[in-house]
């Protein structure tokens, strides 16, 4: 199986080609394995997360169960360590509860920024390997 990332024609936060957020588990509002979005993307799922424990947990306490499977919208239930395109909003509540997990910006979708600011996007964002 290829893992490498895939470009979409859509641009990230860095005004890039948006890259590949996760296909295992396949996520994306369109299950594209990218945080591509459109008119229909009512809740901007736009923010590629490395999903942690503490999101997981505070995310529940504020009304969006992300760890129970819900098969029947194409949603395995997260666990930490999954690649996940979390809604711009959503993540932002989190965030100011003190408990965001960390954003891959290369694969977080530039309709993010409408909702987000950069500056707290780059405070969580995970430096790629190529970097270091």
Not at 20 to 34: Q, V
């Amino acid at each position: 199986m290829d893992t490498s990332p895939k470009i979409s024609t859509q641009k990230n936060v860095l005004g890039q080609p948006l890259e590949t957020c996760s296909k295992e588990p396949l996520t994306g509002f369109y299950r594209d394995g990218c945080c591509n979005t459109g008119p229909e993307d009512l809740g901007a799922h736009t923010v590629c997360c490395l999903i942690t424990e503490e999101f997981l947990v505070a995310s529940a306490e504020l009304g969006n169960d992300l760890s129970t499977p819900m098969p029947q919208y194409g949603f395995p239930g997260l666990k930490p360590g999954d690649r996940w395109c979390v809604c711009a909003a959503r993540w932002l509540e989190v965030q100011r509860a003190g408990a965001a997990c960390p954003v891959m910006l290369e694969a977080t979708h530039e309709a993010t920024l409408e909702i987000i600011p950069f500056e707290i996007l780059l405070q969580y964002a995970v430096i790629p390997e190529t970097l270091h």
